[in-house]
């Protein structure tokens, strides 16, 4: 890949480091103050949520080591088609909560309906948290359509709260690598714009010391790629640019793509973003998501690996 560590941070400093990065969004876009305190409400809970995964034993995996190196080696990320079982009990208050905070950040009823069908077991907390770590935004979709309710709120919750047990489980492979070499070759072998992990894109790409590292936008995974290139098609003629939307704010691009019509943000960075902070970084950069989409650039599906 090869795939980089990201240190993580005590609860203190992950949440002092987040009102940081809150306090100078405010100043800098006060139109981002009601979306900047969603966040805030949002991101405490995935920071506790976190903590309480952390404290608890994971479930025991069938995943050996040559197995999953096996696995990468045709492309395929190490948690696709897997059966992972979900601590629920522990998410499952979490996934509520969400869904309340959500709602009384402007979502409304619309959010309201979704905390309903999970409390009343319309919506089985265990499926749609194994959807989500399965990535499988049809399922989800056509469930909550067929509920009548507001599919990509849905996969948000779900995302949110499945997010500090997938990063969990991304970090102990990455752990286990240390041990395993056939495991951590085949890691270094990675060349997909995906993540290895767990099959998202990328929410951005974070340049530290010179170094450009994919952020998962799922589990926050760190990975670089050997060649500059397109993360989606590989393109690297003429048709993939990078671009920086301000003149004046080199530091923070955009990646752009014609042959396939995908963008990447990249932005310059003392260090990396830990782990669940990326969402800030990714509201920070909102200007050049703006900014892409109104070329006619996007972000394809994500992959489907039954196939």
Known sequence: MPSVRVPGAPRKSLMDAAEGRWSAIDRARPDLGPAVDLQRRLLTLVVDLAATVDS?????????GKYL????????????????????????????????QLAAGGAGSTADRIRD?????????????AASLARDQNAIRQGATHRGLAPDLVWLVAELAASPFVHRLQRT???RADDD???AAALD?????????????????????????????????????NAYACIYCAEAGEAFVTAAPDEERKDRRVEVCATCGGYLKTVDVSELSPFP??????????DLDVAAMERGYGRPPLKDFTR
């Open 69 to 100: 190196a096996a696995k990468l080696a045709r492309g395929v990320p190490a948690f696709a088609g897997e059966p992972i079982p979900l601590p629920v009990a522990s998410i499952a208050p979490t996934l509520v909560e969400l869904c309340a």
């Open 277 to 286: 902070l990326l969402a800030i970084a990714d509201l920070e950069t909102m």
């Open 117 to 129: 069908a999970i409390e009343s077991g319309g919506i089985d907390a265990g499926s749609l948290l």
């Open 181 to 183: 070499a056939p495991l």
């Open 189 to 225: 072998r990675w060349t997909h714009g995906y993540c290895a992990a767990c099959g998202s894109w990328p929410a951005l790409a974070e340049v530290a010391g010179g170094r450009r590292v994919l952020r998962c936008s799922f589990c926050a995974a760190a990975w670089e790629l």
């Open 56 to 64: 608890k034993p994971l479930p025991r995996l069938s995943l050996p």
């Open 173 to 175: 492979i990455a752990d």
